[in-house]
């Protein structure tokens, strides 16, 4: 079973202590009850007791899902009409690695997973992403990344490989992709990133490569859109560098490590104003929040976390909230609105997970929800 604290709330104003480290209230802690009753006897008060728990944990809108692998990528459904859909992807060191698409039913509180949309992924999936479509006009697609860029279609009994997409000029060797990110302005551009240093953008309707750019002197970690033909980009370089499709042959640096040499592992451009946008430093505790109308310089670095950090989500409806999670534990929820105190700014609303926290999506179409995995488990939370 496990240990489930809820969110903590904290004032933007709270008196720390030590103003370099946050100093979270404590946790009120419950049991989320985790697989099904057994069958054909009677309920014993243990049984009773954990069924309460299970009651208080949906009641605190706190939802666990328990997944027989390790969880790596996890993203959710965007359609409006599929609400609390998610796909999550085991992180196992072999080539046969599984996806598994799961419903969280609103009157029980349950996951339901329904074999026939699982399937078997070749390595782990470096990312999942569901077309970016709340109006549910396209097919119901749904994109991975790993040795290749894969589009599947998601039908009521089946998901099948729609196309298999790659670039590679040497059918003996494959650049693995780290990344992807969906253009919702624009739906047939996909933007993959690879170890390879390259960016490649995809016509996925047409299934050809619509511009392939050489895009950092290192390994690239990972990629976003911030309009219909912009999109960013950090590197093991240390760089976060803006492209944009007009002019092929330039791209902006408004971003470099301090160290150098220090990787850039995760970029997260805000949606909702795309002059910010958020990135993570390998092995570091702290966020960067950067304005591309002033390079080089963050406007903001987040430093509550107490270890790395390893994911960042901007909320789908706010132009100054942004979600982190690492390796503390923890997940942060953070006001860049806020005016900070002495040491930078606080966080407005915390969870403790059951381990460390390596994926963070927040719900685009219900955004009251934030999805995190660590460990097997899938938890989606109510913010």
Wanted: aromatic content about 10%; some cysteine; hydrophobic content about 40%.
């Amino acid at each position: 079973m496990l240990l489930v604290p809820d969110w903590n709330r904290h004032g933007v104003h709270a008196r720390i202590a030590n103003p370099y480290l946050l100093k979270l209230e404590e946790s009120v802690f419950i049991k989320a009850l985790s697989g099904n009753l057994t069958q054909g006897r009677g309920r014993t008060a243990g049984e009773d007791k954990m069924d309460m728990y299970a009651q208080e944990a949906k009641r605190k809108g706190i939802y666990t899902y328990d997944a027989a692998w390790t969880i790596y990528g996890m993203n959710w459904s965007v359609r409006r009409d599929s609400k609390f859909r998610l796909a999550v992807g085991s992180f196992i060191e072999e080539y046969r690695n599984m996806v598994e698409i799961v419903q969280l039913e609103d009157e029980t509180g349950k996951f339901q997973v329904d074999p026939k949309l699982s399937f078997d992924h070749p390595y782990p999936a470096t990312k999942i992403m569901f077309i970016p479509d709340k109006e549910s006009a396209k097919p119901d697609l749904m994109a991975t990344t790993s040795d290749n860029l894969r589009i599947w279609q998601i039908h009521e009994d089946k998901v099948e490989l729609k196309s298999l997409l790659n670039n590679r000029q040497n059918r003996d060797y494959c650049s693995p992709l780290t990344s992807f990110d969906w253009n919702e302005f624009d739906m047939r551009r996909l933007g993959t990133s690879s170890i390879d240093t390259t960016c490649t953008i995809w016509d996925i309707e047409r299934g050809i490569v619509d511009t392939q750019l050489i895009a950092h002197d290192k390994e690239v970690h990972d990629i976003a859109w911030g309009g219909i033909g912009v999109f960013a980009s950090v590197s093991a370089d240390g760089s976060v560098r803006v492209f944009d499709l007009r002019d092929k042959q330039h791209s902006t640096i408004i971003y470099e490590s301090p160290q150098p040499g220090t990787p850039l592992l995760r970029l997260g451009w805000n949606k909702d104003d795309p002059r910010f946008m958020a990135t993570i430093l390998m092995d570091s505790s702290k966020v960067v929040i950067l304005d591309i109308r002033y390079p080089t310089v963050p406007v903001s670095e987040l430093q509550r976390h107490q270890a790395c950090v390893n994911a960042i989500a901007w909320a789908p409806h706010s132009a100054c909230h942004i979600c982190t999670a690492g390796d503390d534990s923890q997940a942060l929820i953070w006001d860049m609105s806020a005016k900070p105190v002495d040491g930078g700014l606080d966080p407005i609303l915390a969870y403790t997970a059951g381990g460390e926290v390596n994926q963070v999506q927040w719900s685009a179409s219900h955004s009251d929800w934030v999805a995190i995995a660590f460990g097997n488990k899938l938890q989606v939370l109510r913010v």
